[in-house]
Nanobody
Framework: QVQLVESGGGLVQAGGSLRLSCVAS????????MGWFRQAPGKERTFVSS????????FYADSVKGRFTISRDNAKNTVYLQMNSLKLEDTAVYYC?????????????????WGQGTQVTVSS
């Protein structure tokens, strides 16, 4: 079992920054690939970013490249999503996902565990 708890969401103005955190427990974190997904009202959950077990490989959705950075600290069992230059369309509930494997993936169905989500709202 893997338990994931996201935090760091909130209300920010467009152009601002926010850092999300996801703390994992219940599984060997260093051998678990992680990812961030988001879901806006009335829309499906979509890929944002992912990172392999060591942090050496990362993937980003085109919509966030150059603005978001994913990282992990295995000593703290934590994955982060640094979000800069936030846009109105970034508003969504952000979910942390964990995969039962070391390689990074980019699809919702490729992740086995999910956190409860944290709301990110970007205002004009």
């Amino acid at each position: 079992q893997v338990q994931l708890v996201e935090s760091g969401g909130g209300l920010v103005q467009a152009g601002g920054s926010l850092r999300l955190s996801c703390v994992a427990s219940g599984r060997t974190f260093s051998n678990t690939a992680m990812g961030w997904f988001r879901q806006a009202p009335g829309k499906e959950r979509t890929f944002v970013s992912s990172i392999n077990w060591s942090g050496s490989t990362t993937f980003y959705a085109d919509s966030v490249k150059g603005r978001f950075t994913i990282s992990r600290d295995n000593a703290k069992n934590t994955v982060y999503l640094q979000m800069n230059s936030l846009k109105l369309e970034d508003t969504a509930v952000y979910y942390c996902g964990a995969r039962a494997g070391a390689r990074a993936r980019t699809e919702v169905g490729q992740f086995d565990y999910w956190g409860q989500g944290t709301q990110v709202t970007v205002s004009s």
